[in-house]
């Protein structure tokens, strides 16, 4: 499969000590984020306060991570796909993936290296605890600002407080020339929010609205940003999901983190988005009745998911 020369995609600074709600620069900057989720679905965003050591330590603790043996990672089981164990696959042979149901909460965390290390591994719950933490405040800030520059703040609190965030750490063998080089299939994600980051190699390619495919290469300190499921219901359709998929270079393993958050009830679509020319096209809907809905029907359409299961 071809990948796409690079594109520029919207680049949004969140470093900055000024980004303060309510100031002007917290306001622009919240109409970039809006303005980039409606154009492309996605961006890229620097953030600073996950430090470098701590993504670099988390990511190369995944090196350690993927390295169990099989059996070990297989008792990794989550109440539900995709967020246990999903091993190599015909299909995918390259991917591999650990899911983490709950990445701030401790119990969770403990529990998940508990069977992962049976004799302990107090510095890999600290590191996943830590750069969740630090990358739910990340997507609680864009979600504040996408909530604001639409005029619906009301309702951020609400939701952000009922919010959690599912991991998933993933691992993609690097193909030989005769392999495939398909990590991923093209797909959209359940979640409100997905947040991505990657050790030094690229794959991840995005879908613009045009239909062509744009390989993301990371900046420094960067996390690519992307409106799944979730978010495109709650704005009545205003932001599409962002279709995405992953792509290895030849004999270089891959590794990526995603951080995705959910609501743990039930989404409403803010009255706001829906008047004479913005008809209703989502019902209000149960989050996590989408994830059930995805096991019990994984032959519907990546694209038609959403609109399958809440559209008017
Ligand atoms: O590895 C990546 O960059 C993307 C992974 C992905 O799409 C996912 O976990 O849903
Ligand atoms: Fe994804």
Redesign the pocket.
Known sequence: MGSETAQTLPFIDLTNDNLKPGSSYWLSTAKDVRAAFEEYSCFLAVYDKASKELCNSFIHSLLELFDLPEETKIKNISEGQ?FGYYRRQPETPLFE?VGIADSTNVEVVESFTKTLWPNGNERFSELMLSYGKKISELDKMITRMLFESYGVERYSDSHINSTVYKV?V?K?KGPKSDETNL??FA?T?LGFI?I?Q?SEVD??EVRLKGGSWVA?SFPPSSY?I?AGDGMMAWSNGRIQHCV???IIPRNKD?Y???I?SFHTGVVHVPGEFIDENHPAKFKSFDHFGLVRFRSANPTVPEEDRIKIYCGV
Do not use: A
Request: hydrophobic share 30%; aromatic share 8%; charged share 15%.
């Open positions: 995709p993936s998933r993933n993609y990590g991923v797909h994600d997905t991505i990657q794959g991840l993301v690519i992307l995405h998929r992953v891959r990526s983190t995603g995705f």
